[in-house]
């Protein structure tokens, strides 16, 4: 066979760091997605059986961070926390910066949550948030709820791309540890 019938392999997830804060965390990066994980700490609620181990996923592109909560009470296993966060790329470096607005997603059919619109507000009148940055905030958090959960013009009833389709390259891969 001759190197010109040989395609050159997919490329692979990129190892990163996440920074949640000053917490670096172990994560990858497959094209415009990234995963990365951290561990709650002792002495924090977490849901018999699910571990200590929290896996956060990143829309890099929509400034989302989404995870499904081990905090959360059995009741509410496999549900889905959303949060609309500031993501710079430095490298392999991903820093995320929470922009309070949160979502709460269960099963299809119940209603989602929009949580902390408050703390945006409080956030831009006390001068840590430049209006323009609350704009950004605001127009991703309309264009998740678009795009992912009930479009204007969804009639079905389950959501429309939830969880979103783009987190299948980094769903359930293995991290690396640091």
């Known amino acids: 066979m001759t190197g010109e019938h040989l395609r050159p392999a997919a490329p692979g997830p990129e190892k990163i760091t996440v920074l949640r804060g000053d917490?670096?965390?172990?994560?990858?990066?497959?094209?415009?997605?990234?995963?990365?994980?951290f561990d709650i700490p002792e002495g924090m609620y977490v849901r018999p059986g699910a571990g200590r181990r929290q896996r956060a996923f990143l829309l890099l592109d929509d400034s989302v961070q989404l995870n499904q909560p081990v905090v959360f009470p059995p009741e509410r296993a496999g549900w889905w926390y959303i949060d609309l966060v500031d993501i710079r790329e430095q490298g392999d470096t991903i820093h995320v910066t929470?922009?309070?607005?949160?979502?709460?997603?269960?099963?299809?059919?119940?209603?989602?949550?929009?949580?902390?619109?408050?703390?945006?507000?409080?956030?831009?009148?006390?001068?840590?948030?430049?209006?323009?940055?609350?704009a950004h905030v605001l127009t991703a958090t309309q264009t998740f709820a678009d795009r992912h959960l009930l479009?204007?013009?969804?009639?079905?009833?389950?959501?429309?791309?939830?969880?979103?389709?783009?987190?299948?390259?980094?769903?359930?891969i293995v991290i690396p540890g640091p």
Not at 26 to 33: F, I, K, L
Not at 108 to 129: I, N, Q
Not at 151 to 164: A, Q, S, V
Request: charged content about 25%; overall charge negative.
């Open 98 to 134: 929470d922009h309070y607005v949160d979502f709460i997603v269960g099963p299809p059919g119940l209603p989602y949550r929009v949580l902390d619109l408050d703390e945006l507000g409080e956030a831009m009148t006390s001068g840590k948030l430049a209006p323009a940055q609350v």
């Open 151 to 172: 479009g204007k013009d969804h009639r079905g009833p389950g959501w429309l791309d939830f969880p979103p389709t783009a987190l299948a390259p980094v769903r359930d």
């Open 23 to 37: 917490l670096p965390c172990p994560g990858v990066r497959a094209g415009r997605v990234a995963a990365y994980e």
